[in-house]
């Protein structure tokens, strides 16, 4: 299935990155099924959700400009978010998807936001627990991606918030509002 997108993965990203986009895609589907999300858009969100993770500068500079794309100053100073903004448009204007829960899950992948619709959270959780992660955390992330979306959430923007602080980096608001909805609705619980 969307052996066109497959397609054009495979020419914009190296093999490792096709993997994971293939793993995300399974992983997005499965936590779907889970929460009552449409299991074909979230394996399409993440199978599309790196799509632009390896365009040059230039590549993502021609695209913010043809899109009337402006960057805030922490997004113009952390080029790791760039391929989720980018992403986010070339899903959208060039591949011609319509769908903008889609778009939107895209846009949020890295910093993920408050109020995220659960298309959203599925796709920023099946990030943290594809298949091909290994990071030191990602069996903990699995446990809990099975037993709460939302202490899964908490759990990875802590993860996330803690690793930038650690590499003196900011953190956008975005990811900060995330958290603090996320912890403010665990505490109630
Ligand atoms: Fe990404
Ligand atoms: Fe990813």
Redesign the pocket.
């Known amino acids: 299935m969307y052996s066109e997108y497959k397609s054009l993965l495979k020419t914009r990203l190296d093999e490792k990155r096709y993997y994971?986009s293939l793993c995300?895609a399974d992983e997005a589907k499965r936590l779907a099924l889970k929460c009552g999300v449409d299991e074909e858009k979230a394996y399409l969100a993440g199978l599309l959700?790196?799509v632009t993770k390896f365009a040059s500068k230039d590549e993502h500079l021609q695209i913010f400009g043809d899109f009337g794309i402006i960057l805030n100053d922490i997004e113009k100073n952390a080029e790791k978010l760039w391929h989720a903004i980018s992403g986010a448009v070339f899903c959208e204007k060039i591949l011609k998807i319509a769908d903008s829960e889609i778009i939107d899950a895209i846009r949020h992948h890295t910093t993920a936001k408050a109020n995220m619709s659960p298309l959203c959270k599925v796709l920023y959780l099946a990030?943290f627990t594809s298949a091909d992660r290994n990071y030191p955390d990602v069996d903990v992330m699995r446990g809990l991606v099975d037993e709460s979306f939302e202490k899964a959430l908490v759990y990875a923007l802590q993860y996330t918030i803690k690793d930038l602080c650690d590499q003196k980096k900011a953190v956008h608001f975005d990811t900060l509002a995330a958290y603090n909805e996320a912890v403010t609705s665990l505490e109630g619980k």
């Open positions: 994971h995300v959700h790196d990030d």
